[in-house]
């Protein structure tokens, strides 16, 4: 079946540190990845999302590139600020029977001033 | 805020008992989708609901039933509660059913006592 792994939390960083948040998924054919983010207290938003392969998201500064050849959706970020303390979630949805997202465990970034 | 409304935010009750959590999908989206997020599953899909049809089943245990109604509305009813029932409640919806970005609510805070 369909799966995702992203790295093991939590991170830590000093602001303007750079940002890498690894990401690799397991599915048949050609997903859509996305990357979420969950901020304290709050629901999940649509951070960035790719389509198909070489394609590279983008928002607030984040990027990540879908890389077929490595089945991965890495999450990066130049200078991280103390505001993007939050949760984040690689996911995708890969159609077929039903299009759900079928999501990671989730990365913890903390930034410290 | 990502158009998508879920209530009651918290909830408290006993086991046993049986509660109804409620969405508001964005306006113009047609398919509703109940994730369920705990500690020690992470986030998982439970069921979708694709304009008032049951569209794909997830891990949704049998004490668990959804419906959408026709102003596309959409209830989780959960019955003979457990105390492992405790957990976040998200709802999503999109555009369509197929590679959509989907959009969360806040979430439904449930803890079972």
């Known amino acids: 079946g369909n799966s995702v792994t992203q790295m093991e939390g939590p991170v830590t960083l000093s602001e303007e540190a750079f940002l890498t948040i690894n990401c690799t998924y397991t599915?048949?054919?050609?997903?859509?990845l996305f990357w979420y983010v969950q901020y304290p207290g709050e629901g999940l938003q649509l951070l960035l999302k790719?389509?198909?392969?070489?394609d590279k998201g983008s928002n607030k500064g984040f990027e990540a590139t879908y890389r077929k050849e490595t089945t991965s959706f890495h999450l990066e970020k130049g200078s991280v600020q103390v505001s993007d303390s939050a949760v984040y979630f690689c996911?995708?949805?890969?159609?077929?029977?039903?299009?759900?997202?079928?999501f990671g465990k989730g990365t913890l970034l903390t930034v410290n001033p | 805020d990502s158009g998508v409304t879920q209530t009651p935010k918290h909830l408290i009750t006993a086991t046993g008992q049986r509660v109804t959590l409620r969405c508001s999908p964005r306006?113009?989206?047609?398919?509703v989708y109940w994730y369920q997020q705990s500690l020690d599953q992470g986030l998982q899909f439970l069921i979708q609901?694709?304009?008032?049809?049951?569209?794909a089943k997830g891990n949704i245990l049998e004490r668990f039933s959804a419906q959408q109604f026709p102003d596309l509305h959409s209830e989780l009813n959960l019955s003979s509660l457990e105390l492992g029932d405790s957990a976040l409640y998200f709802c999503a919806s999109s555009a369509g059913d197929g590679y959509y970005e989907q959009y969360f609510g806040p979430g439904t805070r449930l803890t079972v006592t």
């Open positions: 609901y694709y304009n008032g049809e049951e569209r």
């Open positions: 599915a048949t054919g050609y997903p859509s």
């Open positions: 306006s113009g989206d047609l398919s």
């Open positions: 996911a995708l949805i890969r159609g077929g029977s039903n299009y759900k997202l079928t």
């Open positions: 790719a389509t198909k392969a070489d």
